[in-house]
């Protein structure tokens, strides 16, 4: 085992920490990002170090939603300035617009798409490749196998999209962005570059005429990029010569590598590891081709290596069969596909997935309580829901439709059309604070102009949650905890010409309950109506305000076990006992909330007696 | 020596804290270390599971029958992830019971949640079971560990300090002393 020297500055570094280090040990000097696993702790690295490091003249910013935040990285770079946006790759999809267009423009500074994908999928949508949407684009993508790849790549990023004034891709994976290692961390870059924007019409506002030379342009760029030598593939065992060889890219290098070692197979098989997967190096093509004449590429999620080999009579891989297109690529299933390949004996087992616990609000969740309280007000209704934490709902029975980023108000809209107006059930859409900001607003604005009979619940915990508690527009803080202007919900929903909101916290049960009932029967009579549903997510809150605010429960020995509680509520503080089939309380869990006295129909959850008992 | 490591729980349960604290003792021990964790969804009371290998590896992942050491922090997650554990490996599994898969010898069973709720340290089960775990297979000594936590904790209070590395101490020794 190789001992690491004592006196580097060695830390360990999660792959989105180097990611973030990689942007300003390079000089980055913008960046932004709207958070999305398995993407979100790039930019909150980035804050971190701009604060530790001193770096004034950095810009670091949530935005609103991918979109904003590609086109204010994007015009930074077109001013001259080094700058980085960073998503999870269905974020893309919302930035495709601005990625697409800006590739024909090109850029100044070197810019960085960080756009991580989530083969499995594990936090995820889908499980699209951006790889395939830097293709589309015409972008070349970079393909880090390790967090300390990664970091590399930002440096090698900058430089290829500076010398061909490009957006530039790099696309790491959960087991990248996840994965942590021990890095050593170089010197950060102070970029003392002054922001200069050269007008020139003909280029940053293209008409199509010349939109068509642009093109031209790109097509030529791409030539001679699949001709850079930095981020050229690397045969990794040179003295091998072989008929069959293996090319491997991305977290599936990484797998690749331990396992031919493993197998003892690293003598007698080439191994090429590709950097750049779009494009292509043409010579890598040219000589792979030649010499090789049974070729396996294994790359997660869609065979773009393969795409562009085009050779289906040499290659195996996704195509032939030899390689699942679908699911994550783990190291056991490249084991097998290479012993097979190679024709050696391997013991690789692949486990049988067994059910785990499956995902749930927390304890003391306010969104069990709105989830509980819109199933008492519209009983009968098709509840359309959201990206977020809240998307557990359906475990409560309370979501009925996920599709992608602020489609609740849509899809709401979209039953409210679809059924005729005397057979139509209540449609109560929910939505996060976070996720009415990014793409809600639009779909509002249309509900109110079609005059569509619905109600909206936002569920306003103030943070976004689910992926790790970073501030909303109506925080009024930014990423570094300065204070920014806050953003008024109810201004924002009532200027999109909504006549009927209220605000109401959803914890109290008693109260909440009738006041949903009347705004999905206003709905139902009148047109759109919202209710922001707030209640601050606990996760955000300091232990001090949890143990103020406790007010705690008990189980009377009037419970049957009926479990009614733990089917239409299940907090997971409430724990069904089989053998006295009763419900007891965890305490290690239970946040006090109290909300569940109102959820027992046999009354027999009770406040405690003393509202000072220990919380936790 | 290389080690491979599955640490699997609940999320909320400080699977990758105790993940975190052992690849940082370990690197702080002059070897290099590559984990890998479980965010997103999953953490709101899912499954988590986190991998750590501790030597010359690229790859950030464990394969089936790979595992050293797996370290349990609910019962239930024994029967899951048991898999991984190759035919040498040790299993640690905070339950009441013994070993609870059928006909093996490789689990051994401690109760954190118990010593936890004696120690009114409720916070520290994934530190009990951190301690039995490196009793079992020493991937680290203790020592590196308590170093590791003084530094994590440098800013918590003194008696939170305190707290967590008898929590460690509490599941090492139990192990050692084979109660």
Redesign the interface.
């Known amino acids: ?6 006196d580097h500055d ?1 830390s ?1 570094m ?1 792959g989105n920490e180097a990611l973030a280090r990689g942007l300003v040990e390079n000089g980055c000097r913008m960046a932004t990002s709207y958070p999305g ?2 993407a ?1 702790e790039i930019l909150s690295s980035v804050a971190a170090w701009k604060k530790s490091e001193k770096l004034d003249r950095m810009h670091v910013q949530w935005a609103v939603n991918e979109k904003v935040a590609f086109e204010i990285a994007y015009t930074g770079s077109i001013a001259g300035l080094r700058t980085a946006v960073a998503m999870k790759q269905v974020g893309l999809n919302v930035a495709s617009d601005p990625f697409m267009s800006a590739a024909y423009l090109g850029v100044k500074g070197g810019f960085l798409v960080i756009s991580a994908d989530d083969p499995g999928p ?2 995820s949508q889908t499980e699209q490749d951006s790889r395939l949407y830097a293709m589309s684009a015409k972008v070349p993508v970079l393909d880090p ?2 967090p300390g790849q990664a970091r590399d790549m930002t440096g090698v990023g900058f430089r290829l999209s500076e010398e061909f004034e490009i957006p530039v891709m790099i696309r790491p994976t959960t ?1 990248v962005c ?5 890095i050593e961390k170089k010197e950060v870059q102070r970029n003392n570059v002054e922001a200069v924007f050269e007008k020139n019409p003909a280029r940053w506002a293209a008409t199509p005429k010349f939109r068509y030379k642009l093109h031209n342009q790109l097509e030529e760029k791409l030539k001679k990029i699949a001709l850079w030598k930095e981020t050229a593939p690397v045969c990794l065992n040179p003295s091998v010569q072989s008929k069959k060889a293996i090319i491997v890219s991305g ?1 599936s ?3 690749a ?3 031919v070692r493993e197998l003892g197979v690293e003598g007698i098989i080439t191994l090429y590891q590709v950097i750049q997967p779009y494009p292509l190096h043409t010579q890598f093509i040219e000589m792979v081709l030649k010499k090789h004449n049974d070729i396996l590429v294994l790359e997660e999620t869609t065979g773009v290596i393969e795409m562009q080999l085009a050779r289906s009579d040499r290659v195996k891989g996704k195509k032939s069969g030899h390689v699942p297109e679908t699911g994550e690529l ?3 299933i490249i ?1 097998k596909i290479i012993a097979d390949f190679v024709c050696v004996k391997s ?5 049988e997935t ?1 059910p ?7 304890a003391g969740c306010p969104h069990r309580a709105s989830f509980f309280a819109i199933k008492k007000a519209a009983p009968k209704g098709i509840y359309t829901s959201d990206i977020g ?1 809240y ?2 709902g359906m475990n409560l029975k309370a979501v009925d439709t996920v599709l992608c980023m602020g489609a609740a108000i849509s899809q709401a809209a979209g039953f409210a059309h679809a059924y005729d107006d005397k057979k139509r059930p209540p449609i109560v859409a929910t939505m996060g604070d976070s996720t009415f900001f990014h793409a809600g607003i639009p779909a509002l604005i249309d509900a109110v102009v079609q005059n569509i009979p619905f109600l909206l619940v936002i569920l306003d915990n103030r943070t976004t949650a ?2 790790g508690n970073q501030p909303t527009p109506a925080s009024g803080k930014d990423v570094l905890g300065e204070p920014v202007t806050a953003i008024d919900i109810e201004k924002l929903v009532k200027g999109c010409g909504i006549k009927y909101c209220r605000t109401a916290n959803p914890m109290e049960t008693d109260k909440f309950i009738p006041l949903l009932k009347k705004a999905v029967k206003y709905s139902q009579n009148n047109g759109p109506a919202v209710v922001i549903s707030r209640s601050p997510c606990l996760l955000s809150l300091p232990n001090e305000e949890l143990r103020e605010n406790y007010k705690g429960v008990e189980i009377t020995d009037t419970c049957d076990g009926c479990g009614y509680c733990i089917s239409h509520f299940e907090c ?1 503080a409430m724990v069904m006992d089989k053998e006295k089939e009763k419900v007891t309380l965890d305490r ?1 869990l239970c946040t006090g909330c109290g909300v569940c006295v109102h959820v027992c129909p046999k009354k027999s959850i009770v406040p405690a007696e003393s509202s000072n008992m220990e919380g ?1 | ?2 080690y491979q490591i599955i640490i699997s729980g ?3 349960q400080g699977v990758l804290f105790i993940t ?1 604290l052992l ?2 003792a370990c ?1 702080n021990d ?18 988590v599971i986190s991998h750590l290998k501790v ?7 464990i ?3 790979s595992a050293d050491l797996f370290v349990a922090l ?1 019962p ?2 024994l ?2 992830h048991y ?2 554990l190759k035919k040498s490996g040790m299993a640690i599994v905070n339950s009441s019971e013994g070993s609870s898969t059928a006909g093996t010898n490789r689990a051994k069973a401690l109760n954190a949640d118990f010593l936890a709720n004696q120690d009114n340290n ?1 916070g520290s089960i994934n530190l009990y079971m951190l301690g039995g775990a490196i009793a079992l297979i020493p991937v680290c000594s203790i020592e590196k560990i308590k170093k590791q936590i003084e530094i994590r904790f440098v800013k918590k209070d003194k008696k939170i300090r305190a707290k967590a590395v008898m929590a460690l101490e509490r599941g090492f020794k139990t192990i050692v002393s084979g109660c």
Do not use: W, Y
Not at chain 1, 1 to 6: D, F, I, L, T, W
Not at chain 1, 178 to 182: G, L
Not at chain 2, 55 to 61: A, E, I, N, Q, T
């Open positions: 085992m190789s001992r690491v020297a004592k060695r360990l999660l696993t398995p979100s594990h936090s196998d390790s087991r996840h994965a942590r290692q021990d977290v290098a990484a797998h590598k331990d396992i783990l190291p056991e084991e013991g690789s087992k692949i486990l067994k785990g616990r499956r995902p749930t609000l927390c934490c998307t557990l689910m992926t997971p290690s936790s | 020596m290389n609940a999320g909320g975190r690849a940082e690197m002059n070897r290099h270390v590559l984990t890998s964790e479980t965010h997103g969804m999953a953490q709101r009371g899912g499954t030597g010359d590896f690229k790859s950030p992942l394969r089936p029958g609910k239930e997650n029967d899951l898999g991984f409720p």
